[in-house]
């Protein structure tokens, strides 16, 4: 059975259609709301109002899934993402951005969440790992273009037509939806209590992994040069799917659960080499490794938590653990940087990776997804 039929294409077009819609406004919302008025802490609370309704969706899309199937939840998603920013060129008061952001999030987290389910349902069971591969570096191409896309288009043709386009954008996808499977999830029976209770660990190493990422993206330029941070970002970015869809190739070979100790160990080097904050070679090659750790754990983690779960479950945790870690990463490194200067504070953050390295001892299953 080949892997990109027709439904996984139309899958992934969807996935990206929302995903560019929401990366083109994700840096440009809140300098629209600074705008109107609202200032730097307004700015912040429209990206934290998202984030929040992002993560509280994400826990309600397994019984969204449940009772109206992909194609449903998916065309919601693309709605909720898309229509809410035609509005926003009425205003940029920040009830209305805070309003429109927070019905965004949620509809990001839906799409995130069903997307990353549907592709585990849509790929043959024995190669999962490379399809999720796949998927990875799909819908890693709105952020790599949208971010910088928005920012450039908001600065040399106005917000309007920014927020304009991101929102038929995300519209555009409701195009694919209608040639989605309309199923919902399939159920895996856990013929084990302990791989119930396996979930537990890879999701605790992966959230470890995306707080590193939330302090790497928010303090990094802070740390030492911009243009030094950027460089080393970059590199991170552009190695993190390319490690990711390796991973999944290597996992359908030989096992997901073998690349979780390897993939921890290379994301807690990087981090630990930027604590040479102002050395441009430590600090490049340091985010390139951690960010070949990052993909492979992106796809190692969701993978053998796959073999121990139902599709929506498991992929509804997954991207709980990735947002979550995220957002406690940069508020948490925030509130301790005070006390301890980037130097340590990088080394204790690669030391809470670190902490988590006996939860990488997982035992491989192979619990097939029912065709």
Do not use: C, K
């Amino acid at each position: 059975m080949g892997m990109m039929t027709r439904s996984m294409n139309l899958m992934m077009a969807a996935s990206i259609a929302g995903l560019l819609g929401f990366y083109l406004l994700f840096a440009t919302v809140p300098l629209y709301a600074a705008t109107g008025g609202a200032g730097e802490l307004g700015a912040g609370m429209t990206t934290a109002a998202m984030m929040l309704a992002t993560v509280l969706a994400e826990l309600a899309v397994p019984w969204l899934l449940a009772r109206y199937g992909y194609r449903a939840v998916m065309g919601l998603g693309l709605a909720l993402l898309g229509g809410p920013a035609l509005l926003l060129p009425l205003s940029a008061a920040l009830p209305l951005v805070l309003a429109v952001s927070l019905v965004r999030g949620a509809g990001l987290g839906i799409i995130v969440v069903a997307g990353t389910a549907l592709t585990a349902e849509l790929v043959p069971a024995e190669r999962r790992g490379e399809g999720l591969g796949v998927y990875g570096v799909a819908v890693g191409i709105p952020s790599i273009v949208g971010l910088p896309l928005g920012l450039w288009a908001g600065d040399a043709l106005g917000f309007t037509p920014v927020l304009v386009a991101a929102g038929l954008v995300s519209l555009a996808g409701l195009v694919t939806v209608r040639g989605l499977p309309a199923t919902r999830p399939a159920r895996v029976t856990v013929r084990h209590s302990g791989q119930a209770r396996g979930l537990a660990g890879p999701a605790l190493v992966f959230a470890a992994v995306t707080t590193a990422t939330g302090v790497m993206v928010t303090f990094l330029p802070l740390a030492g040069s911009p243009e030094l941070a950027s460089a080393a970002l970059l590199t991170q970015s552009l190695a993190t799917p390319v490690a990711r869809w390796l991973a999944g190739r290597f996992g359908d070979r030989h096992g997901s659960a073998r690349l979780l100790m390897p993939g921890l160990l290379a994301a807690v080097a990087g981090i630990a080499l930027q604590t040479q904050v102002d050395g441009p070679v430590a600090v490049v090659a340091g985010m390139a490794v951690f960010g070949a750790g990052f993909g492979v754990l992106q796809n190692a983690t969701l993978a053998v938590m796959f073999e121990r779960g139902d599709p929506s479950r498991v992929s509804a945790l997954w991207n709980l653990a990735y947002d979550a870690g995220m957002g406690a990463g940069a508020m948490g490194f925030g509130l301790v940087l005070g006390h301890t200067g980037y130097p340590l504070g990088f080394a204790l953050v690669a030391v809470l990776m670190a902490v988590t390295l006996p939860l990488t001892a997982v035992r491989p299953v192979r619990v097939p997804l029912p065709r």
